[in-house]
């Protein structure tokens, strides 16, 4: 027994001296290209657990590294962010000193998180446009529908409650399964319902173009946005933010990010409070008819148990009220005069409540990395009194959802498991494999009740309501694994392979309830269910050539498909309930180059795709109801090329220029319009603008060297092509301008920033309803943000 002692005993030393003699301690220092020391600097080794920050001197040093290849991440206020590769050796301890360029000289390196690992934006072989905080800060990025164009051959479109409609060449939807996703911290944003919009104390946006199956399965097709917030650190710091503009916006944000025990526990919490007058008028009673405020949060808890671990618990929400949700416009009244005017009788507010919450784990070891995320979701969404279905002053059709939170509460509960190669890893195979669970629920209850004036509709009653609920259950699972072989210094060759699962069921049951009676009197759909179960197979494949450091060709393949599912009830009989759909499946030829060039001073890179959409899902609005009813009914070719370009030319100038041609058109689609079948191939995408160019020039003049004061100068030219909104293409958008600007002065700790949006006030439509009602795009807005930000 005591010789069994004495063998553990000596077995758990000789494994702690192994892991001592490996493990290593590298220091050393920060500097600018005068020498002189940055303090404050951020040094973190990628996809490890490993930061620090540089002290006074701008010495650093970070313990128990194990030995292997890294990139180092450097970043500090006032200077261009950089990555450096570290050889660390095994019982050496190693010294590394650093410098970094002015950030009015150099362009920042990009590290994304694309392929779930972090790297270099340059070095991946996949279209991906990458916006840091600065960026954002820049571009006053206040929602994700504001990256329209920012990002070439993005579309984003607003229907009018607060929901973004997104496409991505070509590859778009307007039903509840987006066609490109969005991520928030790693939590796929399941439904339009259940995800949050609105941008504040962001780090950084990814927007990966073209299908993006094989590492994020479901509604990828189209590819996905990618949003990641600050978390905290040893540091403290924090910000607020102060902006007043016209129509009575308001916007107000603050932060605080610090270590509650260094090294050990830190806890972070970002706070919004929004408002906003309306852009709308109603005639009806001379009011302001899109009145609305949201509140949200978003807060971190964070724990290292070891250093090697880290445990992250995430809540976020978001609490919208809308009193004038879908201020739409009819097309034949789109003339001089009445722009932004509604006419409508019943005006509701909208409630809209959203809850994110995940629990995030990650071991970054010496023989592999693996990370665990469980995150739930949910959104109660409801008018509380009856919202206008006519869009008229007419009492002809209201929609009533208010039956407490039994129904329109959508849940989703995920949970993702991913292994991954150490950031250590010496190999020239690194890879990535993981599974994905979830499970929806989606109970919907809906009355559609006719007034005294239902007859202008075509309806033989009035005083009456049509009452339909539709309980859906979705759950599924995937399996995926990606990897890359360095088969030279100069290649790379990447491939991949996703399956997914998916089962669906669906409970439908319609009722008739006349005025004046407590209960329905009759069923008009017996309550009934179906189910469905989908699967697909997403494989990609790529090869990357990089003859030198600051160039990447690649030639990619990749597949992308959005889920199948079961239709809702309506009152429609030619679009009965439970009718299953299939999945869509995109398929992407794509060939790109990324240079940075003249010392980080250029970076311009290009991509061509060609895509083929098969199964296409065609979404049909069901009215009055405004539901969405989704068929298989032909297939689309997309085809165009990205173009990105930033450049610092001169010291303090800083110039961006983006384009994108999309060319998207049906090759087959055959619709039911009118009782009898219409074939409208060659038709073009609807949400697609031919043309997305955007040009932004920015400036920025020390006035005060000393004092760390800046005069700062912005200007944006935004042109949006050509644009269909429906199927017919009879509702078109002709190609616009819109211009930006920013000016004002910036501090080391504030900055008061006067800006404008939409200066030549252009009409434009935003988003349109096949029926012929649109929501125009935002008029001319200006006003004034007032920023400080705290730090230790």
């Given amino acids: ?155 984003a479109g607003n229907p009018g409650d607060g929901r973004n409609v997104n496409s991505i060449r070509g590859i778009t939807s307007s039903s509840y399964d987006p066609a490109v996703t969005t991520y928030i911290d790693g939590v796929n944003q399941f439904t339009l319902d259940t995800y949050i919009p609105q941008l504040f104390d962001i780090e950084r946006i990814e927007v990966l173009r073209g299908p993006q199956g094989t590492l994020y399965g479901r509604n990828a097709m189209g590819g996905v946005i990618n949003i990641i917030t600050k978390q905290p650190t040893n540091k403290t710091d924090g910000f607020a933010e102060i902006s007043v503009g016209n129509y009575g916006e308001q916007r107000y944000t603050a932060g605080i990010r610090t270590p509650i025990q260094k090294d050990k526990l830190f806890f972070g919490a970002s706070f919004l409070y929004e408002g906003l007058n309306g852009y709308y008028t109603n005639s009806y009673d001379n009011s302001k008819f899109d009145k609305q405020h949201s509140i949200g949060g978003n807060y971190y808890l964070k724990y290292l148990p070891a250093a090697k671990w880290a445990i992250t618990l995430n809540l976020k929400h978001l609490a919208n009220r809308n009193y004038g949700s879908f201020p739409l416009v009819l097309t034949s009244l789109n003339v001089p005069g009445v722009y932004f005017q509604v006419d409508q009788n019943a005006v509701a507010k909208l409630v809209d409540n959203t809850l994110n919450t995940s629990l995030s784990i990650n071991f970054a070891g010496t023989n592999f990395n693996f990370s665990s995320q469980t995150a739930y979701q949910s959104n109660y969404r409801y008018y509380a009194s009856p919202i206008d279905g006519d869009f008229s002053p007419f009492d002809a059709v209201t929609i009533i959802n208010n039956y407490r939170n039994t129904w329109n509460k959508v849940k989703v509960l995920t949970q993702e498991f991913k292994f991954s190669s150490p950031a250590s890893s010496a190999s020239p195979l690194k890879w990535t494999a993981g599974t994905y669970l979830f499970y929806q629920t989606v109970p919907n209850k809906q009355a559609t009740h006719f007034g005294k004036d239902a007859q202008i509709v075509g309806s033989p009653d009035s005083n009456y309501a049509i009452i339909n609920t539709t309980h859906a259950k979705n759950l599924g699972a995937a399996l995926y694994a990606q990897a890359t072989y360095s088969a030279s210094s100069y290649v790379d060759i990447i491939f991949g392979l996703r399956y997914d699962y998916q089962h669906s069921k669906e409970e439908v049951l319609g009722e008739y309830q006349p005025d004046g009676s407590p209960t329905p009197i009759f069923q008009t759909q017996a309550d009934t269910s179906a189910t469905a179960s989908y699967s697909a197979f997403s494989p990609m494949l790529s090869i990357a050539f990089h003859p030198i450091s600051t160039t990447n060709l690649y030639a990619t393949y990749s597949r992308g498909f959005r889920t199948g599912g079961l239709t809702q009830l309506s009152s429609d009989p030619s679009q009965p309930p439970l009718y299953a759909y299939k999945p869509e499946y995109s398929n992407n030829f794509e060939a790109g180059i990324k240079n940075t060039l003249f010392q980080n001073r250029l970076r311009a890179n290009l991509s061509l795709f060609y895509t083929t959409i098969s199964n296409a899902q065609v979404p049909t609005l069901v009215l009055p109801q405004a539901i969405t009813i989704t068929k298989n009914a032909g ?139 649109i929501h125009l795009g935002n008029p001319r807005t200006y006003g004034f943000t007032l920023r400080v930000k705290l730090s230790s």
């Fill in 1 to 155: 027994m005591k010789k069994k002692i004495y063998y553990s005993w000596l077995s758990l030393f000789i494994c702690v001296a192994v892991y001592s003699q490996q493990s290593v301690k590298v220091t050393g220092k920060i500097t600018d290209s005068k020498s002189s020391a940055i303090s404050n600097a951020s040094i973190y080794l990628l996809n490890t657990n490993l930061a620090v920050f540089s002290d006074a001197q701008g010495n650093f040093t970070i313990n128990n590294i194990s030995p292997g290849n890294y990139t180092m991440a450097i970043s500090a206020i006032g200077y261009a962010s950089a990555n450096e590769k570290l050889h660390i050796t095994a019982g050496t301890n190693a010294t590394f000193n650093f410098q970094l360029a002015n950030a009015a000289d150099q362009l920042d390196a990009v590290v994304v998180t694309a392929e779930k690992k972090e790297e270099n934006l340059q070095n991946i072989p996949v279209s991906i446009s990458a916006l840091t905080s600065k960026n954002i800060n820049e571009y006053r990025l206040w929602s994700s529908k504001d990256l329209t164009a920012i990002v070439p051959n993005l579309y």
């Fill in 635 to 773: 297939s689309l070719d997309s085809k165009g090329f990205d173009a990105e370009i930033a450049a610092t030319p001169i010291r303090g100038l800083e110039a961006n220029y983006n384009f994108g041609y999309t060319h998207a058109r049906y090759t087959t689609l055959k619709l039911s319009q009118n009782g009898s079948e219409v074939d409208l191939a060659g038709k073009s995408q609807i949400f697609t603008p031919d043309i997305t160019s955007m040009l932004a020039l920015q400036y920025s003049l020390a006035v005060n060297k000393s004092q760390s004061v800046r005069l700062i100068v912005r200007g944006e030219w935004i042109y949006i092509g050509s644009t269909y909104f429906d199927l017919n293409n009879s509702i078109h958008q002709s190609p616009y301008s819109l211009l930006n600007a920013r000016i004002g002065i910036a501090l080391k700790n504030i900055e008061l920033m006067f800006w404008g949006r939409n200066l030549s006030d252009t009409k434009y439509i935003s988003y349109a309803y096949d029926f012929g009602a």
